[in-house]
C-alpha cells in the first residue's frame, strides 16, 4: 500500500504564499513522478505542476509564481505558492507515479485546501 500525505493549505490574503508538502509512505521501490493538481469549484481538475525525472511542467496560469521541487530522499515533494490570487483558490491534490517492486501504480491524495481572498 502507498498513501500520500498532503499539508500546507489554509487561507492566505492575494498576493501572500504558501508551501504545500506531499510525502508518499508504504511499499515504495522508486517514485518515477510527483505533481499537484487543483480543482476549483465548478471546474475540472487540472494540472498545476509536474516533475517527472529532470523534467517539470507548469500550468501557463501559474508560471513564475509557483515552484515544485523534491526531496527524492524524503519521498516528498513540494509546491511553492507565490504572489496568490483569488483565481488560485481550490482543492489541490497530490499525484505520484509510483513502483512498488511488483507493479507501476498511479497514486492520489485526499487534497488539501487553499483560499485566497481579495
Known amino acids: 500500500q502507498v498513501q500520500l500525505a498532503e499539508s500546507g493549505g489554509g487561507l492566505v490574503q492575494a498576493g501572500g504564499s504558501l508551501r504545500l508538502s506531499c510525502t508518499a509512505s508504504?511499499?515504495?521501490?522508486?517514485?518515477?513522478?510527483m505533481g499537484w493538481y487543483r480543482q476549483a469549484p465548478g471546474k475540472q481538475r487540472e494540472l498545476v505542476a509536474r516533475?517527472?525525472?529532470?523534467?517539470?511542467n507548469y500550468a501557463d496560469s501559474v508560471k513564475g509564481r509557483f515552484t515544485i521541487s523534491r526531496d527524492r530522499a524524503k519521498n516528498t515533494v513540494y509546491l511553492q505558492m507565490n504572489g496568490l490570487t483569488p483565481d488560485d483558490t481550490a482543492a489541490y491534490y497530490c499525484n505520484a507515479d509510483v513502483f512498488t517492486g511488483i507493479s507501476a501504480i498511479e497514486v492520489w491524495g485526499q487534497g488539501t485546501l487553499v483560499t485566497v481572498s481579495s
Open positions: 508504504g511499499t515504495i521501490l522508486k517514485i518515477n513522478a
Open positions: 516533475n517527472s525525472g529532470g523534467s517539470t
